[in-house]
């Protein structure tokens, strides 16, 4: 009679156990290792070499019309004639608005027609003093009436004049804020005028480059508006004041603006050059920190990578400046790094190829 004999699950699991662990025991000629090629990890690399590095200070500032100006009007009044749409450039001078003016005119026409009198008696007045028919009190008293009514007719010139709203300078306008008919009172904004032709641009910098900076020297903005553009200004302008609580300095600058491309409230950064040194410039991408330390990867002469400790200096984006640790001439991994031991063998399968730029 057969006899069927009977394993437990845990018996099983016990010697597949024991068998794993004997695996793993087994001397390691045993065992035989897979091997990926010859072992080379792909890398891209770049040669250190000596650049013209720029030292840049960097700034943020909001920009400014040259000149600006809100629209208002100087006499309450309503509007007669709107002379303007929104958004127009406009002359020195243009006229823009009309309010009701009917009763200076009157009163403008009025004075025309008494001086043209009071100039006739005038006439015939000196007529008269001239032949000692008239007496020079007369005759005096005549002028000084021709004068005051002159007089009288320059305020209410005035007073017609103020009821018309001109732009100051020449420039771009704003959004309009009344209608024909409505009433408008001394500090309504009509509109906004701007200058735009010249944008000017303030910002602060720390006084520890206070040194580096003078009038009519460049800087270089950029807007997040137009991606990989920049604009090129001049200093105009240094304060004469440090404050002593930020220990900043605050900068003016002037950036042509032909093309009306900035608006005056943009938020620019600001590049300025401080000044430039030669020195050894690698991709920022070689970088490998550790801790508050960084390190590159080295190819020696037998095409090893070599960790080496390296100290950095100053940064521009994708490049940085390397103080000590290797020299120009050698080649760093640029590309590849995540997948190197120190004495890895490398494979360069193509140079970096993006060219430093100052």
Known sequence: MTKFVKFSPLLIGVTALVGFVIYLNLPAQNIA??????????????????????????????AVANESVNLTAQQAETVKSVLFEDGDIVSKGQLLIELSDREEKARVNELAINIAEAKRQLSRIKGLAKQSAASEQLLDEQRARVDALE???????????????????????GIRQVSIGSLVRPGDVISTLDDLSILKVDFSISELHFASV????????????????????????????????????????????????????????????????DALVIPEGALVPEGESQFVFVIDDEGKARKTKVVIGQRKPGWVQILDGIDAGQEVIVEGTLKLRDGSGVKVISPASVAFKN
């Open 33 to 62: 290792v897979p091997q990926r090629g010859n072992g080379e990890t792909a890398v891209v690399s770049a040669k250190v070499e000596t650049q013209a590095f720029p030292i840049i200070v960097e700034a943020l500032g909001t």
């Open 151 to 173: 007089a009288q007719k320059d305020v209410v010139d005035a007073q017609l004049s103020e009821l018309q709203v001109r732009a100051p300078f020449a420039g771009r306008l």
């Open 214 to 277: 003078a009038n009519g020297q460049s800087i270089v903005a950029t807007s997040i508006a137009y991606p990989g553009e920049s604009f090129t200004g001049l200093i105009t302008s240094i304060d004469s004041r440090i404050d002593p609580v930020t220990r900043a300095i605050q900068i003016r600058a002037q950036i042509p603006n032909g093309d009306l491309k900035l608006r005056p409230g943009m938020l620019l950064q600001i590049n300025l050059e401080k000044r430039v040194i």
